[in-house]
């Protein structure tokens, strides 16, 4: 009889943190919250000290294996949708950092060998065949600035 009563205490808390929790927007952790919490109070409901003598023939027996198959439906929902958003909330967290320590530049791709930009003049060559120091520098900078350094 205790046990009944600290998992459906436990079952009513877990759901109060949920609601909490959806109340911040955080859906996905508030789903997951209420499926923790409906475990236990799915175990009460199937009896699991008696479950020989009891199960077949108990609704309520019945009634929390449905509601052990609600908690495992819920789980696997936010699987799902974790999935189809890219990974956890800590990896989202990494990748938007990485995106914002990146200059704006850095997305686009580099020049080829023989394409110059369309504002710049061509630089002429001196008698060794080297181009500009001036544009020399440029081009690490431009180097630097796709690194975001």
């Known amino acids: 009889m205790l046990a009944e009563t600290v998992c459906s ?6 759901l109060g943190i ?3 929790t959806a109340f911040r927007r955080r859906f996905l952790t508030a789903t997951r919250i209420a499926a923790y919490s409906l475990v236990p109070l799915g175990l009460v409901m199937i009896g699991v000290v008696e479950w020989a003598a009891d199960t077949a023939f108990s609704p309520v027996a019945w009634a929390g ?4 198959g609600a908690a495992w439906l819920l789980f696997a929902s936010t699987r799902v949708v974790e999935r189809r958003r890219g990974g956890s909330r800590k990896e989202r967290k990494v990748a938007a950092a990485q995106r914002d320590a990146v200059a704006p530049g850095a997305s686009a791709p580099s020049l080829g060998a023989g394409a110059r930009p369309a504002g710049r003049a061509q ?3 001196r008698a060794g065949g080297r181009a500009d120091a001036g544009d020399d520098f440029s081009d690490i900078e431009a180097i630097l600035k796709k690194h975001g350094i």
């Open 18 to 20: 949920a609601a909490v």
């Open 9 to 14: 205490a436990v079952a009513a808390a877990g």
């Open 123 to 125: 630089a002429s060559p």
């Open 65 to 68: 294996v449905g509601v052990l």
